[in-house]
């Protein structure tokens, strides 16, 4: 025990420079916030719910607003009937695509639950309705010029997708920066349709998001960085209101679009969320960055390396053998407040390829800006580790996980 703490506080000191600006990125998000409660005078009026149509529920279009002014767009649209980032993600990409339209996926291959909604068979997919798909990988990380620019000559490519977390794959997210010169890229080779980015896990993070940095439209669960860690369910789509009102027409009916949507529970946390989310996004990137430092000292392989600053909540951990990599997951059960006492085995999920190990012993089921690891069990074995709504939790998971592996 002496040993682990003696890592853990070696590993705090070399830290505390990063720890430093991840406290000043975080402060200048919460102004942010701030400022957009003040612009959209938010009263207590605006979280109480409605029932059957909800026409006029000012709760909700008012939500909308400010998540837009957060990020800088146009127009939101924010809703608990969104059930998942996968979910807001195909309501997005159903609303913007059309029969013979293509999808462009300019950062390799989607997140796994998005598979089926791009080439499934007979599911109602986007290939289902003739929309086709193709993709560019990253080279090195980086985007690839000549790829893009040659699959831009295609006149049928629609819609522009850039996701920026890591995924299932060994790279690091995307930064801001990245982003922003992609989308300049994008356009200075002549296209004139929607550049949409999956925001998922990298809400917060840095001091401005997609839909500031030249994206159309920027889409995310409100169960990861956006709700703060008490948001019960739904997500969040910002962007220019063309798009917006487009995906609206398909979350509910193209005759009303975004003026029905009702939710008998009321929205105070959907509000509390956003405004906690600066602050719960730096606890988590703070506790990742410590669980990475001291898993590098122990010669295990991380990715971001902990030298480079997180452009998402996610950090990679590369182990040796299956045992291993489930340990790691049945370790980070075991220090949740929430079913600690549970076993994890993996298990054939819904959605995804190959069997998957998760730990999510959360206070709002699977919520990944709580402390939670998964993994696919398939070589190499990988293990993604996110969240910590508090650093101190995270720091005494890591005691948990160090005991484990030591």
Not at 219 to 241: C, D, E, H, Q
Not at 320 to 327: I, P, R, S
Request: glycine share 12%; charged share 20%.
């Amino acid at each position: 025990m002496e040993n682990i703490e003696e890592l853990i506080r070696e590993s705090e000191a070399a830290l505390a420079r990063q720890f430093a600006r991840i406290d000043e990125i975080a402060y200048k998000n919460q102004c942010k916030v701030m400022h957009a409660f003040q612009k959209n005078k938010i009263a207590l009026r605006h979280f109480a719910g409605s029932s059957g149509y909800g026409y006029g529920d000012e709760g909700r279009d008012t939500l909308g607003a400010l998540f837009a002014d957060i990020f800088g767009a146009e127009a939101g649209l924010v809703s608990p009937n969104i059930l998942s980032g996968t979910h807001a993600l195909t309501v997005g990409l159903f609303g913007l695509l059309r029969t013979g339209d293509t999808l462009f996926s300019i950062a390799g291959d989607p997140y796994d639950t998005l598979q089926d909604v791009i080439a499934g068979k007979d599911n109602g997919s986007l290939a289902d309705y003739g929309i086709a798909f193709k993709k560019c990988d990253l080279l090195n990380g980086e985007f690839d010029r000549e790829k893009i620019r040659e699959g831009l000559r295609d006149p049928a490519v629609k819609v522009v997708f850039i996701q920026r977390s890591r995924g299932y794959a060994w790279r690091d997210a995307l930064s801001e920066e990245k982003i922003a010169d992609a989308c300049s890229f994008v356009r200075g080779c002549g296209f004139g349709g929607c550049i949409f980015v999956d925001n998922c896990y990298g809400e917060f993070v840095e001091e401005s998001e997609p839909t500031q940095n030249g994206a159309d439209i920027c889409v995310g669960s409100l169960i990861k960085n956006a709700g703060g860690g008490i948001a019960p369910t739904g997500g969040y789509i910002v962007g220019k209101r063309e798009y917006v009102d487009k995906i609206a027409c398909r979350m509910t009916a193209p005759s009303v679009g975004a003026e029905v949507g009702s939710y008998a529970f009321g929205y105070q946390y959907f509000y509390e969320g956003v405004f906690l989310a600066p602050h719960v996004v730096a606890q988590a990137l703070k506790g990742g960055l410590l669980i990475g430092a001291c898993l590098q000292k122990l010669g295990f392989v991380t990715s971001p390396s902990v030298e480079v600053a997180p452009y998402d909540i996610t950090r990679a951990i590369r182990f040796e053998t299956k045992e291993q990599l489930v340990g790691f997951i049945q370790a980070v059960q075991e220090a949740s407040p929430v079913d600690s006492f549970v076993t994890l085995e993996p298990w054939d999920m819904p959605g995804y390829q190959e069997q998957v190990i998760m730990a999510a012993g959360t206070f709002v089921q699977g919520a990944s800006i709580e402390l939670s690891a998964d993994a696919p069990i398939k070589e190499p074995y990988i293990a993604y580790f996110q969240g910590g709504l508090t650093y101190e939790h995270c720091k005494y998971a890591l005691t948990k996980i160090l005991r484990k592996i030591l």
